[in-house]
């Protein structure tokens, strides 16, 4: 081999160590930048996802919005805010109200049981007006007892007067929270706990 050729191949040589050593160093830099851009991608979709289940969770379950998230269950009431002010049930109170699934509405406002057909609307529900039966009653009535028997009352929607045409019934508006309903009504506000399925 002469000068000649071994100067090539030494050239050619230190060329292709050259370029090994670009890559390598090429290589290491996206080594460097991939976990940042796979941490903004994992970043993105998450913000994509949460979107997705957040734009679905406001158009089916609003609560308060009429969703009907009150139907199919029995509520027991547990407090009055009325104009005499505020007034805590007893865990012993009877007094509740259940939202069939077939449109019928029931309640007990521990004297009488009250039925009627109720519709869903867009921010509660609305009445076709009351049926009712006496339970019975025994003595004097408290003014607890009378408030708690309004209340329940107003449940099923009071009449829109002044037109002189039979009364309309007044919708009434519904919100869930958790295990609590809360109605208002033309008495005033009314709170319930959830106290099991109507049947």
């Known amino acids: 081999m ?66 009907g998230s009150f139907v199919g269950f029995r509520w027991r009431l547990v407090q009055i805010d009325d104009r005499q002010g505020r007034l805590a049930l007893p865990a012993s109170t009877e007094a509740a109200v259940s939202f069939g699934r077939d449109g019928q509405m029931t309640a007990n406002d521990t004297v009488h049981g009250l039925s ?29 007892l009378k408030r708690t028997l309004a209340a329940v009352g107003s449940c099923f929607s009071s009449p829109r007067g002044g037109t002189g045409k039979p ?4 919708p009434i508006t519904a919100s869930v929270s958790g295990d609590r309903l809360v109605l208002h009504t033309g008495y005033g506000v009314l709170t319930f706990v959830r106290a099991g399925t109507d049947h």
């Open 116 to 144: 009627a057909h109720y519709r869903l609307v867009a921010r509660g529900y609305e009445t076709d007006g009351v049926g009712s039966t006496a339970n019975g009653l025994a003595g004097r009535i408290s003014i607890t």
């Open 2 to 67: 002469t000068d000649l050729e071994t100067a090539i191949r030494s050239a050619l040589q230190s060329r292709a160590d050259e370029v090994v050593v670009r890559h390598t160093a090429m290589s290491a830099r996206r080594r460097r930048w991939l976990p940042p851009i796979l941490a903004a991608a994992l970043v993105i979709a998450l913000v994509a996802i949460t979107l997705v289940v957040v734009t679905r969770s406001d158009h089916t379950t609003p609560a308060g919005s009429g969703s």
């Open 167 to 170: 009364p309309a019934m007044k």
